[in-house]
T-cell receptor
């Protein structure tokens, strides 16, 4: 069961464009994390958000946690080819030991 | 290195064979997770260990899947009588405590012919 739905599933943009990836759920999460995964490698943690309404910035990446802690977004400014990868949101829904991953957004940035 | 190490990186097996996948977590990490990932999709939870105790195995798809972590460090995921639908990347992750950020290995890509 995947509690976290991501949109869009696929995104192909030109270098320099901006984009936003969404992560939505009907469940409340105590914290939410964003990962980036490249082919043949495991996911690498980008950021953790824990407070409703929290905004975190990591260079050109801006992460926001919804006020109700049910959704999150990742905004990339001036995308670069090095941003290409599979972006995953993930969280702890306080339902036990399970850690839920989103459905993933595959981003391709064309030079 | 000091990261999570998984072996083998690739495994090809014939349908019906048994396979064993190994995970060496980061030293001292209490929590260990196994995930199954289909191509282009997010990882799906399989099982969770806290030290040597398997606290959650609700994600294991069938009784052909078995995981252990006998000394609270290295873990093995075993799949018996493999089937084609078992083909996937199997990821292992560890964290210092439950709820703390997880560090992932590069996975084992399993192909069942």
């Amino acid at each position: 069961t995947q509690l976290l739905e991501q949109s869009p599933q696929f995104l192909s943009i030109q270098e320099g464009e901006n984009l936003t990836v969404y992560c939505n759920s009907s469940s409340v999460f105590s914290s939410l994390q964003w990962y980036r995964q490249e082919p043949g490698e495991g996911p690498v943690l980008l950021v953790t958000v824990v407070t409703g309404g929290e905004v975190k910035k990591l260079k050109r990446l801006t992460f926001q946690f919804g006020d109700a802690r049910k959704d999150s977004s990742l905004h990339i400014t001036a995308a670069q080819p090095g941003d290409t990868g599979l972006y995953l949101c993930a969280g702890d829904a306080n339902t036990g030991n399970q850690f839920y991953f989103g459905t993933g957004t595959s981003l391709t940035v064309i030079p | 290195g000091a990261g999570v190490s998984q072996s083998p990186r690739y495994k090809v097996a014939k349908r019906g064979q048994d396979v064993a996948l190994r995970c060496d977590p980061i030293s001292g990490h209490v929590s260990l997770f196994w995930y199954q990932q289909a191509l282009g999709q997010g990882p799906e939870f399989l099982t969770y260990f806290q030290n040597e105790a398997q606290l959650d195995k609700s994600g294991l798809p069938s009784d052909r899947f078995f995981a252990e972590r006998p000394e609270g460090s290295v873990s093995t995921l075993k799949i018996q009588r493999t089937q084609q639908e078992d083909s996937a990347v199997y990821l292992c992750a560890s964290s210092s405590l439950i709820g703390q950020p997880q560090h992932f290995g590069d996975g084992t890509r399993l192909s069942i012919l």
